[in-house]
């Protein structure tokens, strides 16, 4: 149990505090606890789970109070949670092409790699879903092998690509849209991770494990005209 | 069928309601009318607006009726007049509906010494919503429609107007507050006693660089004796958040889902409405509450 307590968010929020470290294991605890308090039915507006926080927003301190001591005690009663499982395994096509490569040289120089071994070392690893966060749909993922690790651009880039995978320090990451953003941009991957036609509408939810494998210009070319919806995008490459 | 045309877009105008909640998780922001005390007022008078509020800041929007006849009303503080098919020009005021006939324009102005304000129309906008709810986030790109609104955009309402009486509420007493009682935030022990002394003996500007996501103040620099980089978690709107130039941001409605900035202090639910009607240059002051 990395679960600490309850503190007061203003006049009408919670955090559930996990401590200030972060780790896989502590995110699982998290992202069971989301689930757990989800299922609670509780009059929130959100929950948000972060790395080691869940915010829980309420309409106002009323509701807050009378719904506090629910989520205490569910915290408390570690028989009746459930450890559950609902994540995915995903197997994503990634294209580690020059034309989306947009930074790989200053991950190459600052840890003294050749192209193929940051392709090699990214696609080697089974990351995990921390959360979903900054945009709809934008995983936070990790942890990346160490010689990988890199800080955030020192000026963010105005533009990112759309399916970009970004690297930042030991995470990294999809941009579902084009967006500002300061991760370095290593490639993209072949299909949309948000859609709001939807009524599940983010690809990875927090907890999923996510796995890239390389694949050439002409293969992302293909698999990009085939425009999957999210439900085929499930059957094809999660399992 | 009934059919309106935006004549004029005016500046920032969108399509809100009271906020898109459960979604949160997923990164996308509540979003919501930025003064929510105004399309509460609104309901009154129009109780059938299906949630689908046009939201206007500084710059009105013109709209005309191209077909049939519709029942609108509007709130805030703003300068409006009606241009009649036959030419003629008519008066009218917020909080007391309005109604609209082929040919008919409504056309306001601007809003006066604060900056949004709000049309709910008598059986919505004909628009459908996404993940439950109308409001638009334009960064994001989410909504009923996804951007704000264009000049020739066009609805269709398809239902008529129920009745042709004038209802009017008394104009609501939403006062100026430039004095706000906040609640300690999550990183308050991220500053020192001098600094919290600073946050709140001090007076802070609202400055131009504000907008739907955030209000920007300039003021004396809130440095953190620890760090402004935190590992990034949930925020609410209304969280004042101090990056490291040490110029606070109370984040508003279209927050970015996480974030990685101290949390100095976070204002009451009603304040975020207040605060949201402050022009720029406004200058405000901070009272923090210990017990709550």
């Known amino acids: ?239 | 069928m009934n059919s309106i045309i935006i004549t004029r877009a005016g500046t920032h105008s969108t399509i809100q309601d009271f906020g898109r909640f459960q979604y949160q998780h997923l990164g996308v922001s509540p979003s919501g009318a930025m003064d929510q005390r105004i399309i509460t007022e609104l309901q009154k008078i129009i109780p059938n607006h299906q949630n689908q509020f046009l939201e206007f800041a500084y710059v009105g929007p013109s709209i005309k009726v191209k077909e049939g006849s519709v029942k609108i009303c509007v709130g805030g503080n703003c300068n409006m007049s009606i241009q009649k098919n036959n030419n003629s020009q008519l008066e009218c005021q917020p909080y007391k509906s309005i109604n609209l006939f082929e040919g008919d324009e409504l056309i306001i102005h601007n809003t006066i010494d604060s900056v949004y304000g709000y049309i709910a129309f008598e059986h919505g906008l004909g628009l459908e919503p996404c993940l439950n709810s109308y409001s638009t986030d334009t960064k994001a790109g989410i909504g009923s429609i996804n951007r704000p609104l264009n000049d020739e955009d066009i609805f269709h309402i398809s239902k008529d107007v129920s009745s042709w009486d004038l209802i009017s509420i008394p104009k609501p007493d939403l006062e100026k507050v430039t004095n706000f009682k906040v609640y300690p935030g999550p990183q308050l022990q991220y500053f020192s006693d001098n600094t919290l002394q600073s946050f709140i003996s001090g007076v802070f500007t609202i400055t131009n660089q504000s907008d739907r996501m955030g209000i920007r103040l300039k003021g004396e620099s809130l440095i953190s004796s620890k760090s402004h980089d935190i590992l990034s978690e949930g925020i609410l709107p209304g969280s004042i958040q101090v990056p490291s130039d040490g110029q606070p941001i109370v984040l508003m409605r279209d927050i970015p889902c996480t974030g990685g900035y101290p949390k100095i202090a976070i204002l009451n639910e009603v304040d975020i409405s207040r605060i949201s009607q402050l022009p720029p240059e406004t200058k405000i002051t901070f009272d923090l509450q210990t017990i709550y």
């Not at chain 1, 007061?8 to 605890?29: A, C, M, W």
């Not at chain 1, 506090?68 to 459930?82: A, L």
């Not at chain 1, 072949?190 to 002409?218: A, R």
Request: aromatic fraction near 12%; charge should be positive; proline fraction near 5%.
């Open chain 1, 1 to 239: 149990m990395y679960f600490k307590g309850i503190n007061s968010y203003g006049d009408r929020g919670l955090v559930l505090d996990f401590g200030n470290e972060t780790s896989k294991s502590i995110s699982q605890e998290v992202n069971e606890t989301f689930l757990n308090i989800s299922n609670l039915n509780l009059q929130s507006l959100n929950i948000i789970p972060s790395f080691n926080k869940i915010v829980v927003i309420f309409e106002n301190s009323k509701i807050r109070d009378q719904n506090k001591d629910k989520i205490s005690m569910k915290m408390k009663d570690t028989n009746s949670q459930t450890n559950k499982k609902v994540t995915k395994a995903w197997e994503i096509p990634a294209c580690y092409n020059e034309d989306f490569a947009l930074d790989i040289k200053i991950i190459q120089k600052l840890n003294q790699i050749t192209k193929e071994e940051v392709i090699n070392l990214h696609s080697s690893v089974r990351y995990y879903t921390y959360y979903i966060g900054f945009m709809p749909g934008f995983p936070y993922l990790g942890d990346v092998p160490s010689q990988l690790i890199t800080p955030r651009l020192a000026t963010p880039r105005v533009k990112i690509p759309a399916r970009s995978i970004g690297i930042a320090k030991n995470h990294t990451c999809i941009y579902p849209k084009v967006s500002p953003g300061g991760w370095n941009i290593i490639g993209q991957i072949p299909f949309d991770i948000f859609d709001l036609q939807s009524s599940y509408p983010s690809l990875f939810l927090p907890g999923d494990e996510v796995k890239f494998y390389s694949v050439s210009l002409s293969e992302f070319e293909k698999i990009r005209k085939y425009n999957f919806s999210l439900n085929e995008l499930i059957k094809e490459y999660s399992s």
